[in-house]
């Protein structure tokens, strides 16, 4: 009897934690209550992202005791003014962005490379020569 008084409960430990991170690249480092390095990154599927040094992100712990850790995302740039649900905006560094609208309009901004085949409205595109040659 005398035992069970002097068992400690089981220290309470969170699921989530904002942290700052302090390696960036593909194996994080994150600083939360104290510093854990070679966390692996994770995002929605589709999407490849690697967080920047000083970038406060989210840390998802796991496993018995939370010992497993990983970076899930960090939080959102400001919103678009006219952004609808169901819209995604994409951003990199710079104002370089992806818009998808929902009435199915596509916003590039930025340097847009193309590499491939494009085609407009269902033709193959052909830049114009228009002056070549002429001297």
């Not at 005398?2 to 991170?21: E, F, I, N, R, Y």
């Not at 003014?81 to 609208?101: A, D, Q």
């Amino acid at each position: 009897m005398w035992l069970s008084k002097q068992m400690k409960p089981a220290v309470q430990t969170t699921d989530a934690d904002l942290g700052v991170t302090t390696i960036a690249g593909d194996s994080v480092g994150v600083v939360t209550r104290g510093e854990v390095r070679a966390l692996p990154v994770y995002g929605p599927g589709g999407y490849v992202w690697l967080p920047e040094n000083g970038a406060a992100v989210l840390v998802i712990k796991g496993g018995p005791g939370g010992e497993e850790q990983c970076v899930a995302g960090m939080k959102q740039r400001d919103i678009p003014r006219e952004m609808k649900p169901g819209e995604v905006f994409l951003y990199g560094p710079g104002e370089n962005s992806v818009y998808l609208k929902k009435d199915g309009t596509l916003e590039l901004r930025g340097k847009v490379a193309v590499e491939g085949s494009l085609t407009v409205n269902g033709d193959y595109y052909k830049p114009c020569e228009c002056g070549a040659g002429v001297v």
